[in-house]
């Protein structure tokens, strides 16, 4: 913000911090903020679950179903994008595929976020030793690398998106529980919240009805952006042979599959890999758009 | 020990060293410009003390802006501003700057905003020196050591070494008063400067502003929702609402005579610690900019109302000895209030605003105009029984 | 004792016959508070700590306006939290038309003391609509029958001069006069005895404040209730108090009927507010100069009257004995070794009984 004081120096600070900004700084908050990136971002998803909830009638084939006899066949008009090393459907898989990804990628993350942020409501609520304890238990957690936790948990729970859902939610409730700490001991002390603890309401409900409400913007952001971190780091385990087994059909196992075959049949790992980058992009955008419009309520 | 010597007053002089004319201020809206600031004038002599009274919306604090240019980048200021004939509105930022600091002085209302936190108080008061006065290191240290025990710090040294939140805000007060003024400026722009402090160290800082202008021989221009305060320091005062000066004059005319129906109607809703008073409130609240009233902007909420008020064009009209009134009373002086305020039209205040946010509020406001103006001496209505509608009253 | 439940409308007047003996609605005695200082260390108890009230004995006569003065860190605030429960003091007594209420308080007595706020932004949920707030409260306590809660929603509503229709309307449509209107009504909700209002026009544009004003002496004087009115601002105390308490360093320094002690200040603390706050007639303000507070941790240390560093008459008793509050009759009282004409050897000048 350079120097403030007198008038003469940087004055717009006095008056409005943040209104000196450089041209491209105010051209991207601009975008930010613009409804097209809310649009296009929901537009994203929105097909994607479409994708995702409509499969069974999208796909011309069964994921599973194998036709060796035409496996690694480029594009044609039975198959579109061609077939993979065993002869199944790559466009079948890619369909499919949406309903592994985000269930898994939603599941897991709202798992983590369910207890995040109960935990982190009532280490902020009632401080004292449950804050404690919560607090030096969050800070074990950051001390351990999230991802090879994550992949150890994996080995040890076994294969399947049981194992998945429950390792991410042992490693991802810690950013929620802290983002709703921290939100929460603010709240808290508002005045509104003051009033129904004096109005005797009984802490649940004034929890349940007064603090949690007005904290769940700041999640849902933290959520949207998890989600894109989630899928990815699905993919990329799939990717790495854990999690996920085959032959269920999830674009970072497909990514894998394909890499062998990169100068022939490029398309079997470039494809799934572009559909996980633009989901990701969607949800970008739709929780950059909400932190952006969070600041102004 | 703070009678202030009469100043400038409405009239253009020739020795003004502000001359304000048709300031206005808008900012694009989506259905036309919304109008904040609208066609503000006024004149400042040298060594005098102009205060810009109003409430929340009066466009006060914007005024001030303007005058220097401090606006947010999105709104549009025109007419006319100049610095003892130099025109500054539409300047560029870089002559601008030189002319903040240097020649118009603010002091904020919050110092610890206008504070650099991290930062020695010391450096930011010789950082001023230097860039506006271009002096050396050391002889701005002095300068700045100086100033600081002439508001009243005699510390300086130790001061100096300070963080702003290693003082208290009477002290930070004193410092940014201190900034201020050691470029000798023309003018000082105050913007509420001692809102946020104590009654007593209310007291000091007011005493120390009004001595430390008269010696350095600077204007002052003086933005407060305090009318008392005002009437401590200021020689003359322009009273704001909706934007528009209502009406403006040497600040003890004006407060005893006032020639505006928002003047009288703000006079005799402060309440006063030296005889206890019914509080006369004023009902209803201050107009939406995007839709004012037709005519003059107070008349919807006015006690004084008459026909002719809702067509008024709002003009300041000179009313003799130096003040001008925008009211259509502003010559004759106020009647007696022709409208008990139970009896406000609550229709015009609905017409005031329209939109779907305000409209509730219009309406609850003409309801509870009704009700809580405490017009009735005798008494509320009886107290058991089925509540009815205060505005049976 | 039950406070009468559905009469018909409301808000009724309470009935003072039915209060129990005459005592003072509030006693409150011996109430210390302190806060650790950031720096101390995490459990507490070992670290410094920062006394916001020393001491305070305070009544709340039935019905009366109870006006408390003081500047910023003078306790006032914190007093009226410790009234209201929210803050738990170090130590002293605390009482309600006479029977003392506990450390961790029931539903019912939590009842009887509610509060109005400063801040008229974040004093409503945003989330909720002003009905929601109001209806939550008349269930949880059994106000009235559930069937009747939307009619006394309206009521309520309408008894701060708000429309039925705002029921629906959520808090961010509301001006700051409207909203503080809102919290008015919510404090009203729960038919309590004492209501405590913290500044509560302290954020208003002053043409709005008289308007809260003139509801709260309105609302006062029909229902009878007993306020607690914290403010910095002695000449709104002046309209609205029939009493004033000023604080000083977590002390209450005098206290009387507020023309009294408005009129004829017996402490030199009274006296420099009073000097101190401009007048519209543009009488000069001449306060002497004063420097500021002292800082408030040092409850402890001091011996003498906590004002003396700034007091004008301060003579060497001032720095050894901390004056008691004292008065010729029980009605005006003040902490001075001066106050009511006295003199440094304990006679009193003439002119005063």
């Known amino acids: ?297 | 020990m703070m009678r202030p010597s009469p100043g400038s007053t409405g009239a253009a002089t020739t020795a003004s060293l502000l001359s304000v004319q048709d300031l206005t201020v808008s900012y694009p809206g989506p259905d036309g410009p919304v109008v904040l600031v609208q066609d503000v004038g006024f004149e400042l002599g040298r060594g005098s003390a102009l205060g810009l009274v109003g409430e929340s919306g009066s466009g006060k604090t914007m005024t001030l802006r303007a005058l220097v240019g401090l606006v947010p980048p999105k709104m549009a200021v025109t007419g006319s501003v100049r610095l003892d004939g130099e025109e500054l509105v539409g300047r560029p930022e870089r002559v601008l700057g030189r002319i903040r600091g240097r020649r118009i002085a603010m002091v904020p209302q919050d110092p610890m905003a206008a504070l650099n936190p991290i930062r020695h108080v010391g450096s930011q008061l010789v950082e001023g020196c230097r860039l506006h006065l271009g002096m050396s290191r050391s002889a701005a240290r002095k300068r700045a050591a100086e100033y600081l025990q002439r508001v009243g710090l005699p510390d300086a040294g130790q001061v100096m070494g300070r963080y702003p939140h290693q003082l208290s805000g009477g002290m930070r007060q004193r410092v940014m008063i201190a900034m201020a003024l050691l470029t000798e400026p023309d003018i000082v722009l105050c913007d509420e400067p001692t809102t946020a402090l104590d009654v007593t160290i209310q007291a000091q800082i007011l005493r120390l502003l009004h001595s430390a202008c008269a010696d350095v021989g600077a204007a002052m221009v003086f933005v407060s929702h305090d009318l008392a305060v005002v009437r401590q320091v200021c020689h003359d005062v322009a009273v704001m609402y909706a934007g528009r000066i209502a009406e403006t004059g040497p600040v003890a005319a004006t407060f005893a005579d006032p020639r505006h129906g928002y003047t009288a109607s703000l006079l005799r809703s402060l309440p006063d610690v030296d005889a206890p008073r019914e509080p006369r409130a004023i009902p209803g609240e201050p107009p939406d900019p995007r839709r004012p009233p037709a005519g003059c902007r107070f008349h919807p909420r006015c006690p004084y109302r008459i026909t002719g008020c809702e067509e008024l064009p709002f003009r300041l009209a000179a009313i003799g000895d130096g003040r001008r009134s925008a009211c259509i009373h502003g010559e004759t002086g106020l009647p007696e209030p022709t409208i008990a305020p139970a009896a406000i039209d609550s229709a015009a205040i609905d017409s005031a605003a329209i939109d779907s946010g305000a409209i509730d509020s219009a309406a609850a406001d003409a309801q509870s105009a009704s009700g809580d103006a405490a017009a009735s001496p005798g008494g509320p209505a009886g107290a058991s029984g089925p509540l009815t509608r205060e505005g049976s009253r | 004792m039950t406070i009468p439940g559905t009469r018909a409308g409301f808000p009724a007047p309470i009935d003072r016959a039915a209060m129990g003996p005459a005592g003072p609605a509030v006693s409150m005695r011996g109430v210390r508070v302190s806060f650790p200082l950031p720096g101390t260390s995490l459990f507490g108890r070992g670290g410094r700590r920062m006394t916001a009230v020393d001491g305070v004995d305070l009544d709340l006569y039935q019905g009366e306006a109870l006006g408390l003065v003081g500047e910023s860190g003078c306790g006032k605030t914190t007093l009226g939290r410790v009234l209201v429960g929210q803050v738990t003091p170090d130590a002293g007594e605390l009482a309600v038309d006479g029977e003392a209420l506990a450390r961790k308080r029931s539903r019912d007595e939590r009842r009887r003391v509610q509060m109005v706020f400063q801040d008229p932004m974040s004093s409503l949920n945003p989330r909720l609509q002003i009905g929601q707030v109001l209806a939550e409260l008349l269930r949880v306590h059994h106000m009235v029958p559930d069937k009747d809660i939307g009619r006394r929603t309206g009521e309520l509503l309408a008894a701060v001069g708000l429309p039925e229709r705002f029921r629906d309307t959520l808090p961010g449509l509301l001006s700051g006069g409207q909203r503080q209107r809102v919290s008015i009504a919510r404090a009203l909700a729960l038919e309590p005895q004492v209501l405590v209002a913290d500044e509560i026009t302290s954020a208003l544009d002053v043409s709005i404040q008289a308007q809260v004003l003139a509801l709260l002496l309105d609302l006062k004087a029909r229902l009878g209730l007993t306020m607690l009115f914290i403010s910095h601002n002695l000449a709104v105390v002046r309209q609205v108090c029939e009493r004033v308490a000023v604080m000083y360093l977590g002390r209450i320094v005098e206290i009387g009927p507020t023309d009294t002690v408005f009129a004829d200040p017996q402490h030199p603390y009274t006296r420099l507010l009073l000097s101190s706050i401009p007048r519209l007639d543009g009488a000069p303000i001449d306060p002497p100069d004063s420097g500021e507070a002292v800082g408030s941790g040092g409850a402890g240390d001091a011996r003498g009257c906590r004002f003396a560093p700034r007091c004008p008459l301060a003579q060497p008793v001032c720095r050894e004995d901390d004056p008691a509050l004292y008065g010729p009759d029980d009605r005006h009282v003040s902490a001075c070794h001066f106050s009511f004409g006295r003199t440094a050897d304990g006679t009193t000048q003439k002119g005063h009984q």
Do not use: C, K
């Open chain 1, 1 to 297: 913000m350079g120097t403030v004081g007198t008038v003469g120096t940087v004055s717009r600070a006095i008056v409005e911090p943040g209104a000196v900004t450089t041209r491209r700084v105010r051209l991207f908050a601009r975008a930010r903020r613009s409804p097209w990136a809310l649009r296009i971002g929901l537009g994203i998803v929105t097909i994607y679950l479409a994708v995702a909830v409509f499969a069974p009638w999208l796909a011309p084939y069964d994921p599973l179903a194998q036709d060796v006899m035409h496996s690694l066949a480029p594009p044609s008009a039975e198959h579109l994008l061609g077939t993979d090393s065993l002869g199944r459907d790559l466009l079948s898989r890619l369909i499919y595929g949406a309903r592994i990804d985000l269930l898994l990628g939603a599941a897991a993350t709202g798992l983590a976020l369910i207890l995040g942020t109960v935990l982190g409501l009532l280490a902020g609520y009632f401080r004292g030793w449950v804050d404690l304890v919560l607090s030096r238990l969050v800070d074990m957690m950051m001390a351990i690398p999230a991802y090879p936790l994550l992949v150890l948990l994996l080995f040890l729970l076994g294969q399947g998106t049981g194992s998945i859902i429950l390792a991410f939610a042992v490693t991802g409730w810690v950013s929620y529980a802290r983002l709703t700490r921290g939100q929460v001991m603010v709240v808290r002390e508002q005045d509104y919240v003051v009033a129904a603890r004096l109005g005797a309401l009984g802490n649940l409900r004034v929890m349940a009805r007064h603090v949690l409400p007005n904290v769940t913007t700041q999640v849902i952001v933290l959520w949207a952006s998890d989600i894109v971190l989630a899928i990815s780091a699905i993919a990329a385990l799939g990717y790495l042979g854990i999690g996920i087994q085959a032959p269920t059909p999830e674009w970072g196992v497909m990514v894998a599959d394909g890499q062998g075959f990169l100068l022939t049949n490029w398309m079997l790992a470039t494809v799934p890999g572009l559909v996980i980058v633009v989901l990701g992009v969607g949800l970008a955008l739709i929780s950059d758009s909400l932190a952006a419009r969070g600041g102004r309520r």
